[in-house]
């Protein structure tokens, strides 16, 4: 399959009729001939004139000197190597910063981008490039040629790309001339053998795609999406092409029309804006094939308005419902509430009397060029902030907080594997839903996120001090899946100590959540984890520094030197009858004789501890509480029992049943013998009928008996 042929754009028979649209930003259109015409060596100086074109009609007054000067050290280096096409290598380092230059690239990218091969395929050293160019130059080539190292096997995936994205963190810049070289690469990947395009492809869509997409940069991600298609998927890339085909042959344009009529109305209205027709791209009309069936001439492409300030996207968007028919499932606002990758745009959709549906994006310039170029178009991420426009045009920020993100989550992920596993979950999520904090704040959190990523995306590790959700104003349980749109306030307890539920990492999908689970769950093992039995007591590990410690009865534990941590699933308090176990770290965990974990660990071989209690009479227990719901339910119950003295570990709220809820708290007492007290309070909490506590499964009531 030549280069060519995986080339959405080469197919010439689209050319002329789709000429009447005018399109995205093409990255496509400066194909081997425009940049380079002839091959010999005395035309190359023509390509960086290409570039320097482009970099001139996004920063008129930027400095060309580097530009001049890193093209004649990459043509000078490269001389005499061949890319496996044929072309010589320049041609490569000149595409990819092309392919930067139309975007809206800095000139320190730009030079970067003709520097990036050149430390990993010739003879020239960071130092020179540091002494040519600057620091800031050297940096970003030395990133990127880490990231050229990346090696496709599965095994090495892991760790490459946790490297990879750890240079991201560092600088986008970085990650930005990984993509465009990634572009290049893939236009050109025709002359390999079919089984490594494939395997490229496969590694470009689960990987560089969702990361072009979470960078904001929509012009590439399209471009490689539609390269993908058409070497994983010939067959159906080759029917979605016929059908574009067919449809720019066609003599009536529904959409054109469509365009007409908005233009119309806008000047009436005498407000200033550009009426586009933006064509859809190859996988895009094929995810509307597959939605929709049979395709009419409105679903090929979507209207772009686009407006000078924030206020006239509002006005365009009122014109538009007020003059046309809108199909109000349809209207999306991300200028109020913009996406996680800087996306900002009124989505709508109007609709005409004979039944075409046209799409409608309304935005400014500005939003335009972020839509398009994301982190790209935000230039030096840490170059001085400029003024704010005296137009009132937004200032975007310079960093996507997703990137700040993914930095924490590489940092406390406890090994490559899991970084890894947990990154491929968070890149299959395509869309975002935001979520607003009584505060009036918001949340970005991928569709299908829960009550606990919702805590841990506000509050860190902290969030393990959890005990519940209100949702909407109700009381909610910590596994409800939150919707669009929905408010969330985050019911905490009072000890930062507090202890995650194992069962939280069912309900977690987003990587912050898992990892902090995941992490405390690594360095507080139970006695159900595999292993533990073999692991001897030992002197106890010192608690983190700054970390809070916990009241709990004595014990005194045959084990001398022995960590001892109360069962959570049986809670003992004095006076039961205890029996302890040893688990791995030297930890041994106190049940009340009648759990059933003791029934279960004895019948597997365990050996008991002896332990029992010493002369101190702090305890920590699990009660359950039953009420009818009611308005401040909630705070009412924690405030009662603060007041005498019991600090709430974790909690539990169930779904209500016919205006019933169960609570489930485990808390803590300075002393057993307010036990008893504690109770009574919550008893006399208005609504509360019944608190118990906490009875241990038989093991004829465990799952499975």
């Known amino acids: 399959m030549s280069a060519e042929a995986t080339n959405p754009a080469t197919s010439g028979s689209v050319a002329g009729p789709a000429a009447r ?10 194909g081997r001939a425009a940049l380079l015409g002839p091959t010999a060596r005395d035309r190359l100086p023509d390509a960086i004139g290409h570039v320097v074109d482009a970099h001139r009609a996004h920063h008129p007054s930027a400095d060309l000197d580097p530009l001049r000067r890193a093209y004649v050290l990459a043509e000078s280096s490269h001389r005499g190597q061949m890319r496996k096409s044929g072309e010589p290598y320049i041609t490569h380092p000149l595409a990819v910063t092309l392919i930067l230059a139309e975007l809206g690239a800095e000139t320190t990218t730009l030079t970067a981008s003709l520097l990036h091969d050149t430390v990993e395929d010739t003879d020239v050293t960071l130092d020179q490039v540091g002494e040519q160019f600057g620091e800031e130059v050297r940096y970003l080539v030395d990133g990127v040629t880490k990231l050229e190292k990346v090696d496709y096997g599965a095994a090495a995936e892991p760790e490459t790309f946790r490297k990879m994205l750890v240079a991201t963190g560092s600088d986008v810049r970085v990650m930005s001339i990984k993509l465009a070289d990634r572009l290049h690469n893939m236009r050109t990947l025709g002359v390999m053998r079919p089984e490594k395009q494939a395997r490229i492809a496969k590694v470009t869509r689960d990987v560089l795609i969702p990361l072009a997409e979470r960078l904001g940069v929509q012009a590439l991600k399209t471009e490689l999406e539609d390269l993908v298609f058409a070497i994983l998927h ?15 042959s066609r003599a009536e344009d529904p959409l054109a029309e469509i ?18 027709i933006r064509p859809r791209h190859f996988v895009s009309v094929h995810r509307v094939a597959r939605k929709r069936g049979e395709l009419r001439g409105a679903d090929f492409g979507r209207l772009l308005v686009l407006v000078n300030e924030d206020a006239d996207c509002y006005g365009v968007l009122g014109e538009l419902h007020t003059c046309m028919t809108p199909v109000v499932s349809e209207f999306k606002d991300f200028i109020a509430v913009p996406k996680f990758n800087l996306y900002q745009s009124l989505h709508t959709a109007v609709a005409r009397g004979d039944g075409q549906v046209a799409e409608v994006l309304i935005r400014t310039h500005q939003m335009h060029q972020v839509a398009e ?13 400029p003024a704010a426009p005296a137009d009132g045009e937004r200032v975007d920020p310079t960093k996507p907080g997703w990137l700040s993100r993914l930095l924490d989550w590489q940092e406390a992920a406890p090994d490559p594997d899991t970084f890894w596993s947990t990154l491929r979950e968070d890149l299959a999520q395509d869309r975002e839903i935001t979520v607003f904090r009584p505060d009036g ?9 829960t009550c606990v990523d919702a805590a841990y995306a506000q509050y860190g590790e902290d969030a393990h001090a959890c005990i519940g959700a209100r949702v909407n104003g109700r009381l909610a349980t910590l596994s409800t899946v939150l919707r669009d749109g929905d408010t969330v306030q985050l019911l905490m307890g009072q000890d930062p100590a507090s202890e995650p539920s194992r069962e939280w990492l069912e309900h977690a999908h987003t990587p912050a959540a898992r990892i902090a689970i995941q992490r405390w769950l690594a360095t507080h093992p139970t006695e159900d984890d595999p292993g533990e039995a073999e692991q001897p007591a030992s002197v106890p590990r010192p608690a983190p520094e700054g970390s ?16 001892v941590r109360l069962a959570g699933c049986c809670t003992p308090v004095p006076p039961d009858e205890v029996t302890g176990f040893a688990v791995r770290g030297g930890v041994v965990t106190v049940h009340r004789v009648e759990c059933s974990a003791v029934a279960r660990m004895k019948s597997g071989g365990r050996a008991e501890v002896g332990v029992r209690w010493g002369d101190t009479t702090g305890c920590r227990v699990t009660l359950l509480a039953e009420s009818f719901g009611r308005p401040h339910l909630l ?4 405030e009662a029992m603060a007041l005498e003295g019991a600090e709430i570990v974790s909690a539990t709220i169930e779904p209500p049943d016919r205006q019933r809820v169960r609570h489930s708290y485990t808390v803590e007492l300075p002393d057993a013998a307010l036990l008893p007290g504690l109770m009574r309070a919550m008893r006399n909490v208005p609504g509360v009928y019944d608190v118990s506590r906490a009875q241990p499964q038989t093991p004829s009531q465990t799952p499975g008996a």
């Open 21 to 30: 649209w005018r399109a995205r930003i093409d990255l496509r259109r400066l």
């Open 234 to 248: 010939p067959e159906e890339y080759e029917h979605t092409r016929e059908l574009i085909v067919d449809n720019a």
């Open 259 to 276: 365009a007409d009529e908005v233009r119309g109305h806008l000047r009436e209205a005498d407000i200033q804006a550009e009426v586009l």
């Open 373 to 385: 170029a994301g982190v790209i178009a935000l230039g030096n991420p840490y170059a001085p902030a």
């Open 441 to 449: 704040g918001t949340l970005g959190l991928p569709d299908g996120a």
């Open 548 to 563: 809070l410690a916990r009241p709990h009865p004595e014990v005194i534990v045959d084990h001398p030197g022995a960590t």
């Open 635 to 638: 705070a009412d119950l924690t």
